[in-house]
């Protein structure tokens, strides 16, 4: 035998080997069974899908009235928005769920709101009562479009939580409507996988920007109010225009991080004087203080003092990614499409000098000092020093989170349960025997038909399966029933191949060739016939991947890597195995067995 | 060699059969058999009212019911799912659900049970317009088809509501207010599937086997919009650019022949779907998806021989060259089809619920495809030989043009004789 052959012996050798190494895993059940050489550099294994293994259960209750009422504050701000064009001093309250509330300045100016400017809103908003004497003008939300909102809302939730669970690569999870919650079912087994996607399926992602109002006396009035005793204390900041020079000051209030909830008490029991304006809220942001006592920076809250209506929101993100600050610490930059781009370009122009707060999920994560008008590009900062793993994988999610966009209404995991495979085990008991017996025919149909060749052809076929599957285990590939269709069609191309290769063996012996050249040429010839019939069937896999989803993809995932191990065992390995049968050291055989 | 080699053969070489010249009422045969499907599916629609819909779609697809079922003494999931069956209530997921425990819990999943058709819900909404001094506002079939929602702008009493619809011709089996009560919503319940699902486990278990049905609630589909845009966006790219390599790799000539086989393929499985009025899953879907994919190969390998023949044989009729690498090709096309024929066909008839209606398409799909290979796809390829070749002489006797004289086929062969 030439000595390209021993080679070639080397390097099959080696890849079985290697092949043989990756498919332990998943064939020892038990994670503790395996030695600790595996446990080190061969973890991997193939993941069974829902309908054959089952996963977690989850039903999520999407808060419909939040929903609604965010729906609601968009349009009290829109008919603001109208109103201001036209020269109204007003301010505009959402109350309860659908309630509106327009109050004029001027009692008279409330001739303004008329039917002209309610136009684009009458599908949605009916105009309940007029009260001339006090300028105020009570509007509700029209209960029609409170289903309406309820169906978008859920195919939405489900369409985000789709993208989400795709980005961490779960293979083919279930999603779907029950009623007016959301079902994701996940397959896999183990629980400490599932916590991080549940952390991201959850989130609401809903960016908000709003500017801190420091021009009011309110906080100063509330200060005076913090009792002494407590754990709140009052701090006072300043700060300086960069431009006009301009001075701004105000107060705030702070709290260690475990007091929260004695300074979000005290919040909520402002009343009368006190209580917050209709159109003002108060943020908190978790801070680091720069002296370090006991070893452990110091975190505190602060509270800002802001308009609530948002200026803009994530709505208009248009991409976000991971970066780091000047310190070197991990943090979100994003990117406004056109839109949200000039909407905040008329915003940070009009305040310039006074801080904006970036609010994520209610919580804001930063408060800087617009020093000039901003584009579209902006950063969230993830605050305080923690490990800066954690860190770096908060970012990662967030950014995951934000590309997937908001969801539009909180949900609430409200239950959770292991739930086994769709199939049933008595239905994949029956596949298995249905399949063996298949297989076993193929095997017998080859030996029979094809003789000694055909028993290369089985070889060749076994280690087609054998590269298959330690491939799905490398990239820990979920195998499900559309991936079985794959590995059905890649097993059918596989005994193709090789009849294609035979009978034009056959062909070429039935031309008087040597059994030598005759398996040559048959390869040769056959070769483009395998290679145009893989390759078509590979670009179809790769569009069927790229484009479809769930199971679509799933299919394609297995025909690709199939279609490319199928093709270096039936061409390549079976053609090195033949160079065993007909060149023999010293006799040259006259006949093959084929 | 002097002494031929033998050969196990199923067909002798050298066998020679006309197929190109029988190819009118081959084709004949799959116009037919596209028409029966085209025209199955408003049939299954509209003529044949107990299917009502084009197809079977299965809860993937269409949505339907999930209910909770605690057992009070150990069952099998493959009891409960024969059960079903038994029912009538056939393809439904069983799945054991929470923790293991002495007396199981399973959830089932069940295709929607259509009791309303749009006829009908347009004649009962048209009788609830107004009860009492209520009017209808709203009125919203679930995606299952078995629960009805009705929004009133007064309230009613839910007994008031059943009469009327009584009255109607609907029975309703339960009627309770949704949602917040100034809503007033009322979900109308048409069918009890936890009557339904009761009864046919008492039937087939023994009396007493239910514990109790916690959870009765209608599901959408698994494959949503989304799923089924991507789905077709998929299959379209992945046909054009099939196109693009087989005009790379080829020819332009053998792109068409390739594509409208597989079509003819998938459509054909899906007419012995329609006709079978099997139900139509996600696991149907991948089984069309590996018939299409088998088709292509099939089709590659013929046409690949044709091309080889066709560069060799350039002397011969063009048709005559098809024929001959079909009849070439034979072996290996009977070998390989009769193989994964009789893999799936074990897979049918040994396996149970998806496996077997997956291998049942695939039976369809491999017959199909063989056939298509040689009737549809070289047929196509012929003709649009011709065309080319009659358009190539058209442009050839335009004096100002005539470069290059192309060779024609019939000319050719008198000169090389």
New interface residues.
Partial sequence: MERSWWWKAALYGAAVTLAVLYLVPTFVTKEENLPAFFQKYFKKRIQLGL?LQ?GL?LVYEVNIEKAVASKVDRLANDVDDALKKKGADTTVVRSGRDDVAVTFKVPSEMSKLDDELMKPFRRELDIVSRDAATGTVKMRFD??R??EIEDLSLRQA??TI?NRVDQFGVAEP??????T?I?VELPGAKAQDFERIKSIIGRTAQLEFKIVDDSSEYMKKVAAAVPKTGAITVAPESWTEKNSGAQHEDVYLRVKEKDREELTKFIAGLTADLAVPNDREIGLELMSSREVSEGTPDKYYRTYFLKKRAGVTGEYLADAQESWDEMGRPEVAFTMNRQGASMMEKLTGENVGRKMAVVLDERITSAPVIESKIGERGRITMGGYGDPFKLQQEVKDLVGVLRSGALPAPLKKSFE???????????ID??K???G???L??IL?ML????FSGFIANLAMTLNMLFMMAILAAFEASLT??GI??L??T???A??SN??IY?RI??E??L???PRTAVDAGFQ?AF??VF??H???F??G???Y???????RG?AVT?LVGIVTNLITSVWISHWMFAVLVSRRGAVK???S? | ?AD??K??EVIK?GTDIDFIGKQKYWIGASIILVLITVAMLPINAYVLGDRGHMLNWGVDFK?GS?LVVEFAKPV???DV?AAMTAAGLHNA???????QSETPSY?VRLGAVSVLSPEQAKKVEASLARIGDASL??F?SS?GGDKVYL?FDKAVEPTTLSAALKAAGTEAAQVQTFGPS??N?YEVTLIGMEGEVRKALDAKLGAGVVKAIPQV????????K??QV??V???L??IL??VI??AF??DFRYGPG?IVALLHDAVITVGAFAVTYKEFS??T???L??I???S???T??VF??IR?NAAKYRDRKFDRVVNHAIN??L??TI??SA??F???L??N???????RD??FA?NVGVIVGTYSSIFIASPILIWLNDKYLTMQKRQATKPERNVRKPVRRDEEEAVET
């Fill in positions: 309908d089952g259960h209960p029609d409170v289903a489900i369409e789709r279930t999603i779907i409507k029950k009623g919650d079902v349960t292991q739930v086994g495979a769709t199939m049933g085990q008595d239905a029956k596949a025997v249905s399949m017996i298949g297989a025919a193929v149909f029979i038909y094809y003789r029933l559309p269709a794959g059905v069609l097993i059918g191309m005994v193709d009849i294609v009978e056959r062909e012996l039935r008087g060739k040597s010839r483009w016939t145009d019939a390759v078509t069937n670009v179809a790769i569009v069927l790229s484009y479809g989803s769930g199971p679509i299919f025909l006259t006949t093959l084929i | 060699m031929q080699q050969f196990f070489s949505g999930e099998d999931a493959s799912r997921d069983v799945v054991r659900y929470g923790s959830m506002r709203k919203e995606e929004r100034q809503d919503t609630s209608s599901v959408g589909a698994k494959a949503g989304q799923l991507d789905g966006r998929a299959l790219g992945a650019l099939i390599y087989v790799r080829f390739t996600l696991t879907l991948a089984a998806l590996t299409i994919g088998f292509m190969n099939d590659i390998v690949d021989r080889e070439e090709t072996s290996r070998l390989t193989t994964v009789f893999v799936t074990a897979m008839i040994f396996g149970t619920g998806v496996i997956f291998a695939m």
